[in-house]
């Protein structure tokens, strides 16, 4: 299985775009990049899926480049509800298992 | 449209002991996943049901089984309860090719 890298955590200030990045060298062809958010005691919820160049919605924009190695997820204007663990992971459409890591917790201050 | 309900919300059990948690799917999804998320880690597959029959299965052992309802329903149960078992447990849904599923708010299971 594709494995994904992304920092253990990060720091911003309320207002602040968040721009978490996550290394997956070992991407397959049918392989689509999926983040999902957690909050603490809850399950975690989809944020946005893409395959490549672009992808935006309400929540978020989904960047990836050309090689598709790598991805980074922008979060505009975050606010201390933004306060959760990210999760970066790769996964082929099927409806089949989806392989979390450790995610990157976000911690959003004043 | 209702969302994905699991209950109990927090479980307390005695090692060796067996136990059942139970999903309530979003209406109209015939695919329920399984998780299993241990303190500071992210969730791990445990299973994944499709129309009532197991379609794929990650690495946790035979003690760790479960059942899918045809009203959306289902179940996780584990036998022989061991200390490291003690995590949340969290169930997901989703609709027939979809990529996005839904989670419920989780099962905290304590082994004492």
């Known amino acids: 299985l594709a494995k994904t890298t992304q920092p253990i955590s990060m720091d911003s200030y309320e207002g602040q775009e968040v721009n978490i990045t996550c290394s997956h060298n070992?991407?397959?062809?049918?392989?689509?990049i999926t983040w999902y958010q957690q909050f603490p005691s809850q399950g975690p919820r989809f944020i946005i899926q893409?395959?490549?160049t672009k992808v935006t919605n309400e929540v978020a924009s989904l960047f990836i480049p050309a090689d598709r190695k790598s991805s980074t997820l922008s979060l505009p204007r975050v606010s201390l509800s933004d306060t959760a663990v990210y999760y970066c992971?790769?996964?082929?459409?099927?409806?089949?298992?989806?392989?979390f890591g450790k995610g990157t917790s976000l911690l959003v201050t004043p | 449209e209702t969302g994905v309900t699991q209950s109990p919300t927090h479980l307390i059990k005695t090692r060796g002991q067996q136990v059942t948690l139970r999903c309530s799917s979003q209406?109209?999804?015939?695919?329920v996943s399984w998780y299993q998320q241990a303190l500071g880690q992210g969730p791990q597959f445990i299973f994944q049901?499709?129309?009532?029959?197991?379609?794929g299965r990650g690495n946790f052992p035979p003690r760790f089984s479960g059942l899918q309802f045809p009203n959306y329903s289902s179940e996780l149960n584990v036998n022989a309860l061991e200390l490291d078992d003690s995590a949340l447990y969290l169930c997901?849904?989703?609709?027939?090719?979809?990529?996005?599923?839904?989670f419920g708010p989780g099962t905290r299971l304590t082994v004492t």
């Open positions: 997901a849904s989703s609709g027939d090719r979809s990529y996005e599923q839904y």
């Open positions: 070992n991407i397959a062809t049918n392989d689509y």
């Open positions: 893409g395959y490549k």
């Open positions: 992971l790769l996964n082929s459409n099927s409806g089949y298992a989806l392989n």
């Open positions: 209406s109209g999804h015939n695919t």
């Open positions: 049901y499709y129309r009532e029959e197991e379609n």
